[in-house]
């Protein structure tokens, strides 16, 4: 039996809290990688050189997760999160050293982290990921992705759209965004950089929809289910149905069967309240997860779809009902929607019985995929224009750190500079120390105006990406003009 464990969950070990502080997770050490290295100095000048050279480096937009393409259910459920403990995932992530801002979008098909890192990188999430949910490195890092920048735009946008879900065009994901978007932001581990980019993804899901016809008929988990269920059973005239759950995908599902023909309905919950609500709403029999023992026998369709971190239906749960149901009896077809899974999967090997899991639904989507090829064309070109669009706002907005520390460095310049010649000058009175004040500012903003403008438009232009890294380079330069060792630098008299 699986047992979601919050205490053990996101509990750090005091040797993974040391590691994950300081990033120092199988990669390049940060220190190292600064330029003339912290080897022999201070504590408090290594700190000091250390946040100088983050604060000198552009942020960078990083996507790590995994899907139902890349990690089969056995993995994706052992990453998967009850909603409860999102919020402690989030937490800890955001506390890595070095992660800026963090979404944590976690679905039955998808585990995904976007973040904002500056002074680490992707690895850093890995890590956590490994710690967190107790699995081999090598197991893990073989089904995950990685994007930066531009590719985890354009992946968000695509996922947001319904172009990345296994049943092309479903509209759950964009909620599940906006809900992933929305607690991030309660909980403050959302800024500038991935609100904006969130807000987007949400416009871009929502303009992709209306635009196009990709979510018309079919689109969605149950749909497939249902349409599985038809091939293999026939006829629901005469069967009955045995519901687990009655959360949003248990809703669509007893609509769908219902509009199909299914013949009576049972409905199992948690709450019994919350099952005697929807069987009152739908002429179905309401029981509790506690007497699913007593209807099991004489169900001849089973879906479950719970969010139980523990399995709902045991294999000696279903060898029992199966031995009660009468000789003459079909096939019991369970089907299984739930990540984490709700049945066992060792009763896949009773007599009598068809398990089926979310991953056995991926040919009927694929149907569902060829049948909106043509609108998934079109969906594609909305993408990628949102996607050009954000990302020219990304650039640019990547260049105003510089700006700003360009005009810090500038300034004290002119205070020291002013200081030194103050003296010299011997203004009369407040007014004239004033002017002297407001002209050397204003000859510094006209001497740093035509840079910073050059800056700006080379930032928009992604092919001179390079040449923003030049201008960090020559600003940690420049934030030692005010140095003594430049001083009695003179040009021409």
Sequence with gaps: MRVAAIATLFKFGSDTCAKMSTGSVDKVNVCSSVPGGFKGESYMERERQLQAHRNSEAPKLVLVGGNYRTMNIDVRERLSLCKVDVPYALRSLR???G????????????VEIYAVLNGTDAMALIEFLCCQHRM??????SGLYVADDKGACAHLFRVAAGLDSMVIGEPQILRQIKDAYELAMRLKCCGSILSRLFMRAINVGKRVRTETRISEGATSIPHAAVHVAK?????????TLLLIGVGEMGLLTLRLFKKNGIGKVVVANRTIERALDLAGQSGAVAISLDELPSWLPGADIIVSCTGSPNFVLSQNMLAEALSRRTQNSKQMLVIDLAVPRDVEPSAAQL???KLLNIDDLTDIAEE???LRQHEAQAAEAIVQREVEAFWRWWLAKRVEPIVVNMFKAAEQVRLKTLSEFMGRLSPRGDDEIKV????????MKRLLHPLIERLRATAADEGKIKAIEACVELLSAMSNLSGDRNEHIEVGE
């Design 95 to 97: 506390s890595i050293d």
């Design 99 to 110: 992660v800026n801002e963090v979404v944590f979008l976690s679905t039955c098909n998808r």
């Design 136 to 141: 081999p490195r090598e197991r893990l890092i």
């Design 231 to 239: 091939r293999i059973y026939g006829n629901f005239g005469g069967a």
């Design 351 to 353: 007599n009598g019985l």
């Design 368 to 370: 569902y995929r060829k």
């Design 436 to 443: 002297v004040d407001m002209l050397t500012k204003r000859l």
